[in-house]
């Protein structure tokens, strides 16, 4: 991961309190008055803010917002926590301090995280959590603090749903996350104690047997008979992967949640049939998910419901259409059974990392 230029003074124009970031006592902060950290000396600080609202979810809330990263080409982060009423947040803010010191030695050496991204620790883990995780989302904003351009939130899941989020995508963890909590689409804040979304029947889904690709950056939106799929032009991964598949094959692309959504799947084992949630006051007209399916040679052209995400079956000519597409990176649209439309667009190239992916920490 890496460093970030300072972007901002005092946030919400309240001044910060120097805390010592290598000792045992760092500064708690207070409300409309943070505190921050050296964690890189002269080059990372951490600022600390502590308030009771994020998204109009009350609590006892722990921010960390780093400024620094971005010199190594690594994207600010923002790590929020829910804590008991009743903790001293001291300790949580050592082992922040400690993180994102370790996130700029792994920016310094290429090791880069973006939306859909991931990391998974070892026997140490983040806040005494052995073998847990983080799962990258883009930051949105919080009242009251001020927050970088671009800034990356950092998720904290347990071992079974880090598992879950390298087996079948980020989002379907996240998106599960925003079921449980009732947030839509998901949490960017981490409550530790709270109950895994992961089961040990990951493997029933329909997804195991295939090839999947994390495609993050790809997105899709259903809405009027039409499943419309945003790819960026700057994608040369996500080919990368579809070249290195066997001809015709099927494959399941790991997708994020489209931007201008109002509904979202999400997909538990043993459960019957589709589920979602919807941001409040929703229409549910534009549904999006996490990952679709798609599956070459077919006798017809289908869309159909798939766990959090389509399934798309396309006859061979079709697929010829759609791989003209994508070699040529030209739109293309579709008519198929029962009165649908499939259509990819392709967007102007990303501000983001290309070198961006998960990776383990022992």
Not at 227 to 250: C, E, K, M, Q, T
Request: charged share 20%; hydrophobic share 40%.
């Amino acid at each position: 991961m890496g460093v970030f230029d300072r972007l901002f003074g005092g946030k919400g124009g309240a001044a910060k309190e120097k805390s010592s970031g290598g000792g045992a006592n760092l500064r708690p902060p207070r409300p409309g008055r943070p505190t921050y950290a050296d964690a890189v000396p002269g080059k990372v600080e951490v600022d600390f803010h502590v308030h009771d609202n994020v998204e109009g979810v009350t609590g006892n809330f722990l921010t960390a917002v780093t400024e620094g990263l971005a010199k190594s080409r690594q994207r600010e982060l923002v790590l929020t926590l829910r804590l008991p009423a009743d903790e001293d947040p001291n300790a949580k803010m050592q082992d922040i301090v400690r993180f994102v010191a370790t996130v700029y030695a792994w920016a310094s050496e290429g090791n880069i995280v973006d939306e859909g991204s991931f990391t998974r620790f070892g026997a140490r883990g983040l806040f005494g959590r052995a073998h847990s995780g983080l799962l990258y989302a883009e930051a949105r904003p919080i009242e009251g603090i001020r927050l970088p351009e671009r800034g990356l939130s950092a998720i904290v899941v347990d071992a079974q749903e880090i598992s879950t989020a390298l087996e079948y995508g980020t989002y379907r963890v996240l998106t599960r996350l925003g079921l449980e909590q009732r947030v839509f689409p998901f949490p960017t804040w981490s409550e530790l104690d709270r109950p895994s979304t992961a089961t040990t029947r990951e493997a029933e889904s329909a997804l195991a047997k295939l090839a999947r690709l994390p495609a993050p950056s790809v997105y899709f939106v259903f809405s009027e008979q039409c499943l419309r799929v945003s790819i960026p032009y700057d994608s040369s991964r996500l080919f990368s992967g579809l070249r290195a598949l066997p001809a015709n094959a099927p494959f399941v692309l790991f997708t994020r949640p489209a931007p201008s959504a109002n509904s979202i799947f999400v997909w538990t084992p043993g459960q019957a049939g589709t589920s979602g949630i919807s941001a409040e006051g929703s229409d549910g007209s534009l549904l999006s998910g996490s990952c679709l399916m798609v599956v070459p040679g077919g006798q017809r052209d289908q869309v159909r419901p798939l766990e959090d995400g389509y399934s798309v079956l396309f006859s061979n000519d079709s697929w010829g259409q759609l791989s003209a597409s994508l070699v040529n990176q030209q739109p293309v649209s579709l008519q198929m059974a029962d009165g649908m439309r499939f259509v990819v667009e392709w967007l102007a190239k990303p501000e983001r990392n290309p070198n961006a992916g998960g990776f383990t920490r022992q």
